[in-house]
Structure formats: C-alpha cells, structure tokens
C-alpha cells in the first residue's frame, strides 16, 4: 500500500477530523505502510497537502485554533459539520491574578508590624511635571523609621547629613507629588516638635501614611480574595 492509499483508508476508518501528526501515528500502529525516510510525520503532512493544493475533492481541512489543521474525508463533511454545531466552546475560566498594587497594604504591613517603618504609596499617575519619557519618575512606596538619637556624634551627623545632595531630589519630587510633599511634611514636624507634642502628631501622620494588617487573619483573608499565592503552613 502507498502512503497516498494509507492516507485515504486511514481517515476512511477514522471519520473525524484529524492532524497530520496523528494521523501518521495511526498509520504507523496499523502498519499500512512503510516509510523510508526519517521523517514519516513530515511525509504524511505533504501528501494531506498536496490533496488541497491539487484540489482533490476526497480530502478537506478545516483549520484549528493555534493555526494547524484538520483533514477528513469529505464523505463525511455533513456529518462532521453537524458535530460541530452540537459541540458547545468551551468557556476557559482565567485564572485570576493579583495585580501590583494588591501587595502594598502586605509590604506596608511588614514594614510597621516588623520593621516600625511608616510607608506610604505614591500613585504616580497623579504627579505631574514628569521628566519627558519618565514614566516611573517617583518611587511606588516611600517609608521613614524615626531614630532615638541619644548620642551627640550620631545627632550631629544626621544634621550634616540632612545638607547632602539627598536634598535636591527630596525637593524635586515634592514638587511633583502632593503626597510626597506631604509625607516630608510630616516627617520635619515630627523632627522637629517637642517630646510633649511627638504622641498627636505621630498618630496624625499614621493615619496619613498607608493601612496596615493587625493580624495574620486579615492578611490570609486578604491573600485568598486577591489571589495572592501564600504558604498555608505559615498562617
């Protein structure tokens, strides 16, 4: 038997659609025919187009999602059409998948609960006077950890330290974020009120800064409604 006749009498038994790929395999179970080549996949594949290209009325195709093809007997086309009516798509469910955002009330959580760090997010797309091309100019989050600075040596330091280039850009960004500005107004408040007065304006600026989790109950909560992959051996 040809490869040509193995073709035929394969999709004569076969009835449904099928690749080339597969359809060469099932020649191959069934012994109808013997390739010299190395490539018997490929073999088949040009003869099942070369029944299209030389209009060969036995044989059709349709064409499958990802773009490859199905061939069959046109024998069988009506029934073959028909099935494909009765067969309802399937609905492919999307995975649901945090987004970026989903993880900073997590980081700022971490950052307070573990790190005492005062965080706040900066929604870069309410900053304007952006450098040309700067999409990301300003920073997602920003955070402050106050420091006791007993020490005179240390507390000198900081105050030369608050003169460096650090400044400029400090500067810079306020003028582009109003949420920025105001974290570093809070933050020269603080720094600069006296111990009386620190308790109401620390509560003030907390409220100000970003929301955080006060146990790991909300955070597992928050994990599964965001579908946010987590460790169940850590809750």
Known sequence: MTIKEAVLKSLE?????????????????????????KTPHNTVS??????????????KRIKKTGGNYLYYLSKFEEEINENII????????????????DLHILLSTYLRNIEN????????????????????????????????????????FFKKLNQKEAFKTIDKLCKMNIEFEKFIE???????????????????FESFCDVFFENDDVILKCCKEKSIPFDENVF
Not at 88 to 101: D, G, I
Not at 188 to 203: I, T
Request: proline share 4%.
């Open 13 to 37: 038994e076969i009835k449904n659609p099928i690749g080339s790929y597969e359809l060469c395999e099932y020649i191959m179970a069934k012994s109808y025919a013997e390739f010299k080549g």
């Open 117 to 156: 760090v005062f965080s706040k997010t900066i929604f870069h797309e309410k900053s304007f006077n952006k450098e040309s091309g700067q999409v990301w100019t300003n920073p997602d989050m920003i955070g402050v950890s106050f420091l006791q600075l007993k020490n005179k040596v240390s507390q000198e």
């Open 46 to 59: 040009a003869h099942l187009t070369d029944f299209i290209y030389k209009n060969d009325k036995r044989v």
């Open 86 to 101: 009765k067969i309802k798509p399937v609905a492919v469910t999307k995975k649901e998948s945090y987004k970026e955002r």
């Open 186 to 204: 809070h933050i020269e408040k603080l720094m600069g009120v006296q111990d009386r007065f620190y308790k109401p304006l620390e509560k003030d």
